[in-house]
């Protein structure tokens, strides 16, 4: 995750790591309704290397990893490979919200060792496992879906009655094709970090998961200004910034049935370490 000022520390927790898998770059073919594509931006204080999944909407949906049901520890920490392993249909994975180690009497303590608190709202298959957050400065906007539509909605909760998934993150990067006004100016938002994100065309037939590694030499990661000049460059409408820094993975099930990474995590400053988090966004094929 991102580091950030005092104030925002009960996000920035590192779970315990895993084995370190390499990076691909799979081909996918033009009628593939995946699209990878990946691209390296010279900046003055060094590379950034960007990976890109084109998402052809009318083809796939998009669900949310579920919680335990327990509060305030509602998620078993899992990494981005194992959250793609869980559900063998799901074709491509990114960590998705803020979450922290909740803090408990210490008599709930061997129950909730382990556990992460989704900071935000979160509905998996329709059940809510997570409640909507006010106070935040960051985590400001749900990614809302439903049966019909997916959106990105600048509130606690989503406005639609009948929500199947949605997860909460933030700041919104674009909205109606244009940054928010005004940007947030803190350290998490100005210095540079691997990142992760999610956008949608003025249609919503077309998403966007975008990822840029940072804080190794092949690539130094991207301010918030950044992120949103990348996605607006590729013609989105609206976009999320998911959590980032050492959450950040784009893991892809190819045609062999093959879980690879197509990003470098970084995880307790070790290239290639994935970060066990509390919830993804999962890419199916529609039923």
């Known amino acids: 995750m991102l580091s950030a000022p005092a104030a925002l520390l009960a996000l920035l927790v590192s779970a315990c790591a895993t084995q370190a898998i390499q990076p691909a770059s799979p081909a996918a073919s033009l009628s593939d309704p995946i699209q990878i594509t990946s691209k390296t931006i010279q900046t003055p204080d060094g590379p950034q290397r960007w990976t890109v999944a084109r998402l052809d909407l009318t083809q796939l949906r998009l669900t ?67 409640q909507p957050e006010t106070s935040s400065r960051i985590v400001t906007a749900v990614l809302c ?15 639609a009655p009948t929500v199947l998934e949605a997860v909460a993150a933030g700041p919104i990067l674009l909205a109606d094709g244009a940054p928010p ?24 037939r077309t998403a966007w998961i975008v990822v840029v590694d940072g804080r190794q030499p092949g690539s130094v990661g991207a301010t918030l200004p950044d992120l949103t000049a990348f996605i607006a460059d ?52 529609l039923d």
């Open 181 to 204: 006004i005004p940007a947030l100016a803190t350290d998490f938002a100005t210095r540079r970090h691997p990142r992760s994100a999610i956008a949608l065309s003025a249609d919503a």
């Open 64 to 130: 949310i990893t579920p919680g335990t049901g327990a509060s305030p520890h509602e998620f078993v920490p899992t990494t981005t490979t194992a959250a793609l392993a869980a559900t063998p249909r799901a074709r491509l994975a990114v960590n998705a919200s803020f979450y922290a180690i909740p803090r408990v009497p210490p008599a709930d303590a061997a129950q909730s060792a382990g556990r992460l608190d989704s900071v935000g709202l979160v509905i998996a298959g329709g059940q809510t496992y997570s």
């Open 145 to 159: 879906i439903t049966a019909a539509t997916v959106t990105i909605e600048a509130a606690p909760a989503c406005a």
């Open 234 to 285: 590729l013609g989105a409408h609206d976009a999320l910034n998911l959590d980032g820094g050492g959450s950040t993975a784009l893991a892809l099930r190819d045609g062999s049935d093959t879980i690879r990474l197509l990003n470098t995590p970084i995880d307790g400053g070790i290239p290639g370490r994935e970060r066990p988090v509390a919830t993804h966004i999962l890419v199916l094929p």
